[in-house]
């Protein structure tokens, strides 16, 4: 096992017995299940709607290098420099570059979990800048430095009282119980950030090649106010994030909103098609798009699995997966997490070190039925367990498989095996999930059924034929 | 090879690879779902503009937006003096326009107009932003802004209240209508950046509890004149 996975166990076992923690999950997610119902319920198909936005991202990925290549020519032409990364490194560097080329003082960034997955913070914070985050989930995580627990939201796994305890250590704010009052805190501390940086980064949730625009869809204002003030305006968008036409956001916009926070439309969709035009009251001087590969396209390469690019970061799986839910977003260790992280990150970080997160699903597909771009995540799942065995193969579990073969191909062995086992029974109960038991990955948690006393084919045997 | 060149290149080999049906793994007939338009999935409108009016009202009251039917610009007048009295305004932000220009004369308040520029400081000490709008969305009860038609970006987000004036006019059923709306108008001569404000400022990231004025406006108010 290696060093991934045995951080997933131990994490995971932790959580799972923490139930206040999974109880806390339940009740944050209770009120998403029932508006996003609801507002499912106000389309007048959700399941059309689902296969055209399907049908959509399909075509986008299909023709990707036509979209990218449209999207980017029309942004550089209203004056927006856009830079191609081909891995984290280069992204890392070109934003690091941009802030020391302009000597920043101050950035102010908004949500990206693109960003995330480049360890953007803290290439910036090692080359001397302050960047703070400016969306509240994302504020309170970054106080106190851990990663986001949840891809939408970032701090849902606090109550407010640790919040109000964190603000009250990290800004000196008054204890209070009112998340109001929390939010003001934070709103008074931004308001000044805003004003004072010179630099502003946010992500992407669409980019739209038909009139070169990047989509940020948010309920805050804080990117909206990232992306106006600051003179400087860096967004990092994965390749992947293309949609052939504007009007494809009429079906994107409120599918993602209803998906994501049950919500019929987030409070701003916004567009960005440059820096500030002749003519405009305000907006940034310089507007930097990095397009971000980062081994995106090893799993375009991957037919069988390209659609996981589709993929809208909705978050949507995540809230129904039964896993997520009960291991929480942590234990996962990675950028992406529940069901969509453990399909994607074994492309993006390596099959064999996170081959395990496969494992990590009932396969109750769950995530495959909420997905509204109809990704068949549960069947990737199983894929991405395929393609590990292929890579490695498991030769003590073939092993097994083999003895089992060789055992139900003869009826002797078989009874012999059964014999054994009714034998070996009163010796493992003696010994039950302690060390010494054979079954003991097994019965540590859960009970093993009694062998019966006779089997079948005894019965069977000496059944009288009337 | 530039790194445009890299990436493209990696992709199209990628793609060399044919894709699956888009229906590979589904039920459905096989036959391509892909949509003429999208409004036949989408919530449902309404056909007179009066429906549509009154969808939008009960969209934005659901989204804590104030939204008011104007008999004519005397009644703008008086109720944006109203919502002055009762918020203490003591300056707006706005810029010029048709609609803006009457409303803030007779509001006689200290003003900071962002057309062409203006200092950040000064904007977000004022009590409230005045804009027009690009249209108003019945389908999801949004307003449209652009960068020229709104005052630049910053106008509808930094103070604490933005009050929008919309002519009945620029009412449309749904989001594909208003984008198209943008398309033709613009054509292709794009704003640096167009929004749809959906209600006012809001978060639930403790403990997925709404609350108003995250970091944007905390009231949303918009006037419908004829």
Sequence with gaps: MNVHARKFNDAARRQTADLRQRDWIQTALSGYYARRDEFKNRFQSWSGARDAAAAIKWEAVNHLDRYLDEFASRLEARGARVFWAPDARAARDYVVGVARQHKVRSIIKSKSMTAEE??????????????????????????RREPPYHIVFPAMHLTRQQISDLFHDRLGSEPTDNPEDLTMIARRVMRRKYCEADMGISGANFAVAETGMISITENEGNARLTTSLPKIHVAIVGIEKVLPKLSDLALFLPMLATAGAGQPITCYNTLYGGPRQPGEADGPEEFHVVLLDNRRTELLADAEQREALHCIRCGACLNVCPIFKNVGGHSYGTTYQGPIGSVITPHLRGLLDWKH????????????????????????????RRNAVRARPARLEKLLQAGFVFMMCRPQVYEWVGWMGRLAQPLQRLVRGTILDPLRAWTRTRSFPPLAEKSFRQLWQERKIP | MTNREIVLGRIREALETAPPHPAFHDDSTGTSPLPASPQSWLPRVGRTLEERIELFRRNAEDLKAEFHVCAGPAEAIQHVKNLASAGGWKKIGRHSGALTDPVARELGLAEVRTDGGYAVNDLESCDAGLTECEALVAQTGSVLVSAPGAGGRALSVLPPHHVVLARRSQMVPDLGAALQHMQEKFKGKFPSFFSFISGPSRTGDIERILVLGAHGPKKLTILLLP
């Design chain 1, 357 to 384: 997160l496969s494992q990590a699903s009932s396969l109750c597909g769950a995530c495959t039925e909420t997905c509204p771009v109809k990704i068949n995540l549960h069947h990737h799942l199983l894929h991405n």
């Design chain 1, 118 to 143: 480049i360890h953007l913070n803290d290439a910036l914070e090692q080359a001397g800048f302050e960047v703070v985050e400016s969306d509240l989930g994302e504020y309170i995580v970054q106080l």
